[in-house]
């Protein structure tokens, strides 16, 4: 599997809000540096990367479940403790669920992570901070 690098930014729901809307608004154009997938906190970032998730990324690829039948046999863990890991993992693009025939198998999208924070909420406070 071709590693793939997951930007990940640090950024307070209220700061993330007003980013999108200036997004939306035309405002503010994000660079293709910047990260895709947003958290509100180390802490929050840490939850869904925890040692035991990282572990379950690695079953994940060195297994390569049919099932979450297979998953849940490999790792002892129970189907709806992993449902609700693997679903949270898919909002942020580092798993992806695939339906095979009555099946849905997990796949690791994401194998790598650098994570973007700062005291400015986003590069573009950043950029604003250091002309003034």
Same mark, same amino acid.
């Given at each position: 599997?071709?590693? &793939? @690098?997951?930007?990940?930014?640090?950024? %307070?729901? &209220?700061?993330?809000?007003?980013?999108?809307?200036?997004?939306?608004?035309?405002?503010?154009? %994000?660079?293709?540096?910047?990260?895709? @997938?947003?958290?509100?906190?180390?802490? =929050?970032?840490?939850? @869904?990367?925890?040692?035991?998730?990282?572990? +379950?990324? &690695?079953?994940?690829? !060195?297994?390569? %479940?049919?099932?979450?039948?297979?998953?849940?046999?490999?790792?002892?863990? =129970? =189907? =709806?403790? +992993?449902?609700?890991?693997?679903?949270?993992?898919?909002?942020?693009?580092?798993?992806?669920? !695939?339906?095979?025939?009555?099946?849905?198998?997990?796949? @690791?999208?994401?194998?790598?992570?650098?994570?973007?924070?700062? +005291?400015?909420?986003?590069?573009?406070?950043?950029?604003?901070?250091?002309?003034?």
């Amino acid at each position: 599997m071709a590693q &793939k @690098v997951l930007r990940i930014g640090i950024m %307070p729901y &209220k700061d993330y809000k007003k980013r999108t809307l200036a997004i939306a608004g035309g405002e503010y154009r %994000p660079r293709p540096d910047e990260p895709k @997938v947003w958290f509100e906190s180390l802490q =929050s970032m840490a939850q @869904v990367l925890s040692n035991e998730n990282q572990l +379950l990324l &690695k079953t994940i690829m !060195e297994r390569k %479940p049919e099932s979450l039948k297979e998953l849940e046999a490999a790792t002892g863990r =129970s =189907s =709806s403790n +992993l449902s609700r890991t693997l679903k949270t993992m898919a909002r942020y693009g580092i798993v992806k669920m !695939e339906k095979v025939q009555r099946n849905i198998r997990p796949v @690791v999208e994401a194998t790598n992570f650098t994570v973007q924070f700062g +005291l400015y909420g986003s590069p573009r406070h950043a950029d604003t901070a250091a002309r003034h």
